[in-house]
């Protein structure tokens, strides 16, 4: 609160606040190649206190922000999906501070619970993979 204010007021967007404190993702694109960028340089301090809180987040078991660094830090690594957490952290931030709402845990299978398609062909070609032929049929719904 000592870095951003509680007038957010100057922030439209949640996307304005995390650009001005320098965890929105880098941007490098060049001849239509997109390449891994940088974050930008923001508010040092408010950068330093996300990384912290979103490396203390990652470790508490069953929250939608753990889950969100495990699927990021698969198949982008350990720093970028840190940041990602702590880009999260301060969209919710800007939101409970905008709405004056309180934070509910959504739980870590809420994407899963959202994309049950998604999830299903996650699943399928992970089996194709590993060698079995998979064959899906609807299971009947218990009353």
């Known amino acids: 609160m000592a870095e951003i ?5 100057r922030f439209p967007t949640a996307g304005h606040l995390t650009s001005w404190a320098g965890v929105c993702p880098g941007n ?21 206190t996300l990384i912290e809180a979103a490396l203390a987040a990652i ?11 495990r ?12 940041v990602a957490v702590a880009r999260a952290i301060l969209e919710i931030v800007w939101h409970l ?5 309180t934070y509910t845990e959504l739980g870590a299978d809420y994407v899963d619970r959202r994309d049950k398609d998604q999830v ?10 590993l060698g079995h032929r998979v064959t899906l049929e609807p299971a009947p719904i218990a009353a």
């Not at 470790?59 to 660094?69: D, I, M, P, Q, T």
């Not at 501070?97 to 709402?101: A, D, N, S």
Request: aromatic share 4%; proline share 0%; glycine share 12%.
């Open 5 to 9: 204010g509680l007038d957010m007021t």
């Open 28 to 48: 490098n694109e060049r001849a239509g190649k997109r390449r891994r960028g940088r974050t930008r340089k923001g508010d040092r301090w408010l950068k330093i």
């Open 59 to 69: 470790r508490v078991k069953g929250s939608a922000l753990g889950a969100r660094y």
């Open 71 to 82: 699927r990021i830090a698969r198949h982008r690594g350990h720093k970028i999906a840190l």
């Open 97 to 101: 501070l905008t709405h004056g709402t």
């Open 120 to 129: 299903t062909r996650r699943y399928v070609r992970l089996l194709e993979h």
